[in-house]
């Protein structure tokens, strides 16, 4: 049976999948640290690996179905036979290289690509590792086989019921699942009911009744019991070792199912009792309940395993939570249309200012709550960078450690993957061009292992994200003399702060690396990482000290469907501003403006010179505000460069709900400087202004 996207087992298969093997790579480069895999790490892996292979092999994705298998073949040879090891860090390297091999095929699949990657030279390179775990034991894979084969372990007879959580759905399928991973090791088996894929009512059978399964097997109660556990969306799970037949086993199952349709007819002709009017009150509702079966007195031992109603969590696609986001959005913009209605302002209505209070609360309740949905922590994120620091770090031969802090801090799903390439580039840029090499830190009296830290914490309403280390930091006369070379310098040297010579290195072309490597040299990065930061409404810093290191700080909202803004009036136009890009706002004096011979309009703010820009005239907007001084000035700041927007008035703070712009506009080149809009609760239409795109508009003027 081929599976296709879509389907929602595929679906299910490729989520599942990929946070197995993200745990997988967690669990190596921990025991890597640790240069020791613990019996409970060994036995995870080994779950990992049969999981993984189980399903893979289900969904006839073999490629993975097999290298997997020849992994989990090597755990099991470790689980066996409690091997430990000097060195691990070859069996480190081998299992990092089945993680990367699984992501670029579960890649390909996801994309509707072909799984056809060649893992044969990791299977060559498991089937050496194994072999010299069997020669350390000093016997060889035929003494080994041979004394497997004199061993005969009795048959053991196992029934296990199982139940699965009430937001399981595809009940056949999870069901079928268990027995496609468990068949091989099986002599014989069958289950109730009887076929999950084709019969459309095993779902629903096994939703109310459970699957029951019935295995006779030479594994034992501990090794079936352990792969069974293993079982996604398991509410409850009980095996017991019997003694019973494929034919007792049906009889009782019909036994337990006459009974029950008997109890729901009791309970049928109750509630048919309850509804006539005369009897509602004399008739006492007994109590039913359906019939446990009874357990075969041959019993030997019985587990049990329930997960209980605590910690429930369900899958939600993130296209329904956008979707729900984008109806809250509405609501927000009708609640503010009925309380910012301008046929009731001025109104003595008492009644309606209550139940406009009341709606506001609610309103403000589930915009926080679906908001709250869609927050998840950057842990897994910050988890990711172990491993680029660790290849990096063996590649470039510098000894370096990751510290992570502010894991549990949470953003918007969509702003989390817009950051996760920039955050991996600054991370490379600190491996690489940070963090020197350990002879040069003995010889500067440093530490011999150079040490990176990623940061997150909440500020106000924005998460700020720090990427820091304690290398050579960043030397300001290489920066001008790239700068300088490639013509990208528009002020004079002298008259430039240290804050303006480090942005430099986020200008497009900007690299002071003189060598072509794996990693950097070609000029391409910094620029492209402000483009991503800022496309989700964020900004970068960046610090440093020549000898002690670098500190790049982002700042990104914590949503971008709603945001604060600054509403702003221009002739019979309104705009809104992000209020986290406003630094003040003011009435400009004409002693404070200057204008130079090229007509270019600036203003002096306590000692620093900052260039206009006028709304009206970059959008041919008519107003009859054009003097400087009837208007007002909005001083905006980002990445280190400011600039001040003339308007005609401030209209006032608000939140908005952040809208596209119709496709019929974003054709046009006026929309530059625009990143959206939004509707204003009197039904007027307000552009949302991009503080970056209006910043590169104005220094492209210039």
Known sequence: MGYQQGDPIFEAYITETSQLVEQLEEIILTCEN????????????????????????????????????ALEDLFSYLRQHHLKLEDWSELSDLMLEGVDFTKIELHKIKHGEHADGDFTAITQRVKGLLGSLEQQRSITKADERASQAEIVRPSNNFKAQILFTEDCEMENIRAYQIVHQLKDQLEDYWHIPEDVLEDPTSAETIRNQGFQLFIRTSKTYDEIYSVLSQTSYLKCLELEQVELDREQAVSDKEKAQEVQDEVQGEGQVVQEIQALPDLQNIVEKPSFSKPAIVDNPTVKETKSSTSGYQGKSINVNVGKLDELMDLVGELVIAEAMVTQNPDIIGLQLEQFQKAASHLQKITKEIQDKVMEIRMVPLATTFQRMHRVVRDMSKKLGKNVQLQLLGEETEVDKNIIEHISDPLMHLVRNAVDHGLETTQERMEAGKPETGTLTLEALNVGGEVMIIVRDDGRGLNKQKILEKARANHLLHKSEGDMTDKEIFNLIFLPGFSTKENITEYSGRGVGMDVVMQNIAAVGGTIFVNSEPGKGSTFTIKIPLTLAIIDGMNVRVGDAQYTLPTTSIKESFKPLVKDLITDPHGNEMIMVRGECYPILRIHERYHVPTNTIQLTDGILIMVEQDGRGLCIFVDELVGQQQVVVKALPPYIRGFNTVEGISGCTLLGDGDISLILDVQGLLKMKEEEW
């Open 34 to 69: 640790a240069n020791f895999f613990s019996e409970e790490m060994i036995n995870e892996i080994f779950r990992i690996m049969h999981t993984i292979k189980g399903s893979s092999s289900m969904m006839q994705f073999h490629n993975i179905a097999t290298l997997s298998h």
